[in-house]
């Protein structure tokens, strides 16, 4: 009887292990991380707002694996290990490139920055608070001659995810008053609501005719008080 | 020895017997139809009719109480389980429609039809035939204005099992080449389909004519307002994108369409003196000559619960559920006054304080007789029942009015608030209420499609109101959007008056008429008829309208909440004010981006076709 029940316990205890290399597969664990850069220097863009497409051969279903970026140009995906192949999608600040793959291999942690082309780029911001008003200064810039110019915006926020979707305030500026690489100096007012606040975000973003998406600078914290 | 005799005469009777007779094995199936029985009898073709007709595609449409709560008419305030509804983006295959297994089965009746009905009258094969056609156009027009371009297979696709797929393998028409197409069908089957001219629910002459109407409208305004974009969405093979100098074209083509029909003999809807009630009964009741083509139901056959869904919350019949769609302000405010002045609401005055009101409905009187017709608004009635709709009551306190709003539903005042204030209703049996489930969050219910008909709102009977697929009232909106575009505007004038009269409104109440005007007299005279989500697509607005900014009185569903003025001794004591409030279970503003103009195509379809371009921005 107790052979009987150990043989049992055996061969019960056998196929749990056995078992479990058959049906569990072990988690992605290298984590491809990056930016998406131009001329080294990071784009920024709506929080999760465009995306980037991993695709990997060699296996029968094939589907995409959305890699969404934010704010600050920054993305990361868990991935196994292997050889992937990126795209750069349409809808986003910068030239689409569906053709045009970058061949990724993912050995553990692995870092890439994504080269983008953005129709428009904004170099040279900088916010001064001047009583209840927001002086801004930057320069846009065209990169791809044949984009034409449909948005600067500035957007005030009291936290720090802020986009042409959330954001307490919007400064439209006028397109005529914008000339490309040289200095744009805007004024505005400050809303009702933003005007007792301690600090505020700010950044400003250019949209071109081509895209849905604004091109952001990186966001800065200022100080009303 | 007897035994064995009656043993052989049974065996010798068994044997012979049978021999003479095989046919009698021979027997129908009484659970298959064979080819030659459906394609030889008209009944069995119309049911096979009537299985395709039921499966007709709409988005937002056919009582879709979900879909309609996902645009800037409305929101969702039904079962919390859905309020992903409230808190959504459109994602890349919003709207996704691609829809072959429909198209094969229809490509297949139709080469049945040709080959194996052999016994049906001419006149019969002729009108079915049409039918087939006029569905399999109908789904065309909704793949394109979902998808752009796509395969055009009008006949069944057989694998010849050579090792090779590629003939299989059709790739995207052109944009406009679907549209073409769905015109030259409608032109080739509209005078076979005239047998059908005294049914509203199969289709007939008009009904092709009027899918003509909408389908080349769409065309046009495509190929004029695509091209007007800074940066124009088209893909190199045309996919996407059609041509602007063939608008004007279209124009005519959907201008001349919609005057056919109204040289028929159908009639704007006008059997009741009182116009608000009237346009209600238009969709309500079955009468009239308004409805060109509609899906039909029945109590005890083919019901829906379109009531059950909507009903007002204090008339709901059943155990569960109400007041799922809540209309938005800025739907309310979409129709006009009386005069012929902007419909927004006077909640407040220049000076920015309430303007009290001594009945709660007077906010909504001398409006567009449609907005009675399509939402229920507070002070107004259902099934001869007042609404009881009051967000609460409002107390002056330190130079400005605070609100408060009752613990439950319909409670009446007593002395929570201090004795002073005591009496009368505190909040209404139908709210509103802020993030309360199966009431309205907004201060809204629809009216429109909701059956007044006894125990429509039970899930036991359910309603059986019909869907119309196309209308008079539309008619009259194409033809004054095409004539405007083609530069006719006293034409088109003349169309919207028209329409505008049977909304109350005096004789030629509008002279100088604008794009705007048309574009929001289709807002409000198509309202939760599946219209609004295309109209905005095809004059490239909808990215402009819900640009998904957090403020944005488009993008961002409203509601405006009623409150009784509790004010003692003061000239406003009993009086209503109401506040503009955004509701707390509307979570995300809609958000509507470029690539949501055309839907994204199934990865599936990608990987099986490699002559699939993909729609831009995807």
Known sequence: MKKKITAILTIALGLFVTGCE???????????????????????????????????????????????????????????????????????????????????????????????????????????????????????????????????????????????????????????????????????AISENLKSSDYLFVRVGVKSTASGEYCYTPVQKIFLK | MKKLYICLAMFAAITFGSCNHDEWFDRDSKSLITDEQLWNDPKLVTSLLANYYNRLPSLHGVFNTGGMTELDDAMWSGHRDQNWRNDF????????????????????????????????????????????????????????????????????????FSGDPTPLQVPRAKEHEVYDFVYSEMEAIKEDLAANNASKTRANSYAALALESRAMLYAASLAKYNNLMGEPIATPGGEVGIPASMADEYYRKSLAASKAILTGSYQLFNENPDKGANFYDMLNKKTGNEVIFAKDYAVGLKVHRFAYDNIVKSLTEDNESSSTISPSLSLIESFDYLDGTKGTLKDRDALGNYVPYSRIEEIFENKDARLYGTVIYPGSTFRNRPVSIQAGVATWQNGNYRFHTAPELGQQLENQLGEDYAGGLWTGFDGPKDDAQDVSNTGFYIRKFVSDAPAASTRGTSAANWWPWFRLGEVYLNAAEAAFELGRTDEARGYVNILRERAGFPPNSISLLSMEMIRNERRVELAFEDHRFFDLKRWRLAHIVWNGAEDDPNAVVRGLYG??????????????????????????????????????????????????VRNPFH
Do not use: C
């Not at chain 1, 936290?159 to 006028?174: K, R």
């Not at chain 2, 709207?95 to 490509?107: E, H, P, S």
């Open chain 1, 22 to 188: 058959y049906d569990n597969f072990e988690a992605p664990r290298a984590i491809l991380s990056g930016k998406v850069v131009f001329d080294g220097q990071p784009i920024g863009v709506r929080n999760n707002g465009p995306e980037l497409e991993l695709w990997q051969d060699g296996y029968p279903l094939r589907a995409l694996i959305p890699v969404y970026i934010n704010h600050a140009g920054e993305f990361s995906a868990t991935l196994f290990d292997g050889q992937y192949k990126l795209v750069r999608k349409g809808n986003s600040p910068w030239l689409h490139q569906s053709t045009d793959t970058i061949l990724v291999d993912v050995r553990g942690n692995t870092t890439l920055d994504v080269p983008v082309v953005p129709y428009f780029n904004i170099t040279n911001e900088s916010f001064q608070i001047g009583g209840e008003q927001i002086v801004a200064s930057f320069e846009v810039q065209q990169i791809v001659e044949s984009a034409q110019l449909d948005q600067v915006r500035i957007y005030l926020r009291k936290s720090m995810l802020t986009d042409h979707v959330v954001f307490d305030q919007e400064i439209n500026v006028d397109r005529g008053s914008v000339e490309l690489g040289s200095e744009t100096r805007i004024t505005a």
């Open chain 2, 89 to 160: 983006q459109f994602g890349d295959d919003y709207g996704r429609y691609w829809d072959y297994g429909l198209i094969r089965d229809i490509n297949l009746s139709l080469e049945n039809m040709e080959t194996l009905s052999v016994s049906l009258t001419d006149a019969d094969k002729r009108l079915f035939i049409a039918e087939f056609r006029f569905i399999r156009a109908f789904v065309y027009f909704e793949m394109v204005k979902r998808m752009g371009g796509v395969p055009l297979v009008t006949t069944q696709m057989v694998y010849d």
């Open chain 2, 563 to 612: 409150y009784r003025i509790v004010r003692p001794g003061h000239a406003d004591h009993g009086k209503f004010i109401f506040e503009r409030v955004r509701p707390s279970r509307f979570r995300r503003a809609r958000f509507f981006r470029l690539a949501n103009y055309y839907a994204s195509i199934e990865q599936r379809v990608l990987d099986h076709n490699p002559k699939i």
